[in-house]
């Protein structure tokens, strides 16, 4: 956005007021100095999303972050815009106003004057100053806000998921994704370390061997999941929140815990990383998936029960060759999954509650032989040409691999006549 967000969030607003299209948005008082929103919770049995979440909705639709066709997500539309309204300079809470207890309940907020911003009295510029320029970053909410969605969400009605990937389940991946009898290529390909980070900070580390997979999930168990037991894949278990050194954030990390109960499915082969989603909480991920800029890593969300290819090794394999010629920066084995807020990008990670990183370790093995590659005289160094050797044919089988089995959902390779040179 060109104008900040405060701003552009006051005359919208204000303009959506004057409209009268929505019940419950109106002017407070005759000066037009504050007004109130409709605030209704979720879970009321009254509750009519189309009535009761329109101005969220609204507010949505005009950020770009919903669009008619997508999923109704009302809990998060009216966190988006409550994160907005509390942190732009522009608005205050009047508390003593606002009516949360009635059959219509509302909030009241105060349109705070400039000249009051520049003198400094209004306390929300005070929360405003923490963001650097002012604006209003999307979903950027403090760990309060968070708890807040996730009591917003509790209450909302969510069809229970499939508790496990039964053979029904497993077969909604494409034929191609079964393991092929490549022997130790397969089972490398099938190598994942997984690194779980609260707050910015690393907690836990582990490495998934399982050529099945993993469910990563909390430690406690429902108790009734057979399929999700060591033989059919791997267990790994988010670290406990008793490890978070600070209070507010271990007691919200906690609660955002509880609504990850089912977890989430991880598979790895020759063809990528799959991810199903079966937990309540949103997942988001960025990561070298099969959408979006060509080799970049691309922000994208995890629809419950779908499963989504959320790493590419043969778009990998392509952007080596190209990052080895040159021509673009070092592509990325790791993918990142951001539980429960919105990721936009790394720069604001350290700032997430939950994030985990899932890394291919045989494409981190080839990215650091080519980083050495490099970085060295390929003549002067004869132990990095045997393992140059080794890394180049790896990365020739792999790419032969991956288009020879490209079958009936693949209709081309991404260079036809590619070709990996030492």
Not at 112 to 121: L, Y
Not at 192 to 204: A, D, N, T, V, W
Not at 220 to 249: C, K, T, W
Not at 325 to 338: F, K, R
């Amino acid at each position: 956005m060109s104008n900040s967000g405060g701003r552009r969030l006051k005359q919208w607003l204000v303009e959506q007021i004057q409209s009268a299209q929505y019940s419950g948005l109106q002017w407070e008082d005759e000066s037009r100095t504050m007004f109130r929103i409709p605030w209704k919770h979720a879970g009321k049995q009254d509750y009519n999303q189309e009535i009761d979440a329109s101005i969220f909705k609204a507010w949505a639709v005009f950020k770009g972050k919903f669009k008619e066709g997508d999923k109704a997500e009302p809990a998060t539309w009216k966190t988006r815009l409550r994160c907005a309204l509390n942190k732009s300079p522009d608005f205050e809470e009047v508390t003593e106003r606002s009516q949360l207890d009635i059959s219509e309940p509302y909030k009241v907020y105060r349109i705070v004057p400039e000249e009051e911003q520049k003198n400094g009295k209004s306390s929300v510029m005070a929360m405003a100053a923490t963001t650097n320029t002012g604006d209003v970053t999307d979903m950027d909410c403090s760990p309060v806000e968070i708890e807040e969605l996730i009591k917003e969400e509790e209450s909302c009605s969510i069809q229970a998921s499939p508790e496990y990937w039964s053979q029904g389940s497993i077969n909604a991946f494409p034929p191609h994704q079964d393991p092929l009898p490549l022997g130790t290529l397969s089972s490398a390909l099938s190598q994942l370390m997984i690194s779980f980070y609260y707050g910015g900070k690393l907690m836990h580390t582990t490495m998934v061997t399982h050529p099945e997979g993993c469910r990563i999930c909390p430690q406690q168990q429902l108790g009734r999941g057979a399929l999700y037991s060591s033989n059919s894949m791997q267990s790994v278990h988010f670290p406990p929140a008793e490890l978070i050194e600070f209070d507010r954030q271990r007691y919200v990390t906690r609660k955002l815990l509880g609504h990850l109960e089912r977890g989430v499915l991880v598979r790895a082969n020759q063809e990528g990383i799959f991810i199903k989603r079966l937990c309540q909480s949103r997942v988001f991920w960025s990561g070298l998936g099969n959408v979006g800029s060509q080799y970049g890593a691309v922000p994208g969300k995890i629809e419950r029960d779908a499963v989504v290819k959320i790493f590419d090794t043969g778009r990998f394999i392509q952007a080596l060759q190209l990052y080895q010629e040159g021509q673009i920066s070092a592509p990325d084995p790791t993918v990142t999954l951001c539980f429960g807020e919105e990721l936009n990008d790394h720069s604001s990670a350290k700032n997430k509650l939950i994030l985990v990183q899932i890394t291919v370790m045989q494409c981190q093995h080839l990215l650091e032989t080519m980083n050495m590659r490099r970085s060295q005289p390929y003549c002067n160094n004869p132990n990095l040409d045997m393992s140059d050797d080794l890394a180049t044919d790896q990365m020739a089988r792999i790419y032969q691999d991956l288009c020879s089995y490209s079958g009936p959902q693949r209709s081309a390779c991404y260079r036809d006549n590619m070709s990996i040179t030492a």
